[in-house]
């Protein structure tokens, strides 16, 4: 039986990639010291023999008792919202955390993983973005802290794979979307979804007119575990090609739902990027991968349990 570790395995997008490792046979242990993730969702978990959970700060020294044949560093805030209001914890799992995660990997000689992000291309000037395009990052600007926390972590890496030889892999992660968001994460997804099902307005940023592309999570998960199976050691983009508006999202976020909200325009952020679209050919040539999942499907399956999570928050539900 493999054994995985993932740091950062509480949260959304580690949950998932815990679900997905269990069903390939893979013992898991997740450490998260729980500052954006939750045991929620991973609680359904407990009852497998084969997963442990671990209530850990990685930017702290890590020991995993055994062998450990793969290690997914997962662990970072990840929302705007949640970089801003934890700056230093951001910049440090990035950096210390980051630094710890290799050291294991080097020590069992595991393969590592790291969870980049399309952050690291900044508000772009080449669009769509190739794994080649070096960015254009404001490091002194609110964004900083997780762009550049993100490309010390590459660079950290890189430098383990070519120093210390440790079998890496780095995947840059597009905007992603299903169930185990936190509601109140600051993401377009669940921002909307959540304005529209209690009938608030729907608030974007500008005019609406700056382009995102969204994964859905299964397609998401698949990238990775191809990535971590394949030899490429260069970043790979793991993200949906088909651009669309954050305006033109709001719409039908709205449409699905069936709400009655008004779309409203709010002030754009500092340094928010204008466009964000992958290049997905490395992907497609290295890992035969792409996309599976349509938006409107991918939002048909997230739907149903945000509907759930805001009627239990009601005042009077029942317990």
Do not use: C
């Amino acid at each position: 039986m493999a054994r995985s570790v993932i740091t950062g395995g509480a949260g959304f997008l580690g949950s998932h990639l815990a679900e997905r490792l269990l069903a390939e046979g893979h013992e898991v242990i997740v450490l998260d010291n729980l500052i954006t993730g939750g045991v929620v969702n991973v609680e359904h978990l407990f009852r497998r023999p084969e997963f442990s959970f671990i209530q850990y700060d990685v930017t702290n020294f890590i020991h995993v008792e055994g062998k450990v044949d793969f290690i997914f560093h997962f662990a970072s805030p990840a929302s705007p919202k949640d970089y801003l209001d934890f700056p230093i914890q951001t910049l440090k799992v990035g950096s210390l955390g980051t630094h710890k995660a290799l050291g294991l990997a080097k020590a069992k000689g595991a393969v590592f993983l790291l969870a980049s992000t399309s952050e690291v291309y900044g508000d772009p000037l080449e669009h769509p973005q190739r794994e080649s395009y070096w960015g254009n990052v404001n490091p002194v600007g609110p964004r900083g802290v997780y762009d550049e926390a993100k490309r010390f972590a590459e660079a950290m890496t890189m430098a383990y794979h070519r120093y210390h030889g440790v079998q890496t892999r780095i995947v840059r992660i597009f905007n992603t979307y299903g169930p185990r968001m936190r509601l109140n994460d600051g993401r377009a997804l669940p921002t909307f979804m959540t304005q529209a099902l209690l009938g608030r307005d729907i608030t974007v940023y500008g005019d609406g007119s700056q382009t995102r592309s969204f994964t859905y999570v299964s397609d998401l998960v698949e990238g990775i575990w191809r990535l971590a199976l394949s030899q490429e050691v260069d970043p790979v983009n793991v993200g949906n090609p088909r651009e669309m508006s954050i305006r033109e999202f709001a719409e039908t976020v709205k449409r699905m739902t069936g709400s009655k909200s008004r779309i409203v325009e709010r002030p754009l952020p500092v340094d928010d990027p204008k466009v964000r679209q992958p290049d997905i050919t490395r992907a497609r040539e290295k890992l035969k991968w792409e996309p599976r999942v349509s938006l409107e499907e991918g939002l048909t399956l997230t739907l149903p349990e945000f509907e759930r999570r805001l009627n239990a928050a009601r005042p009077g539900a029942a317990r």
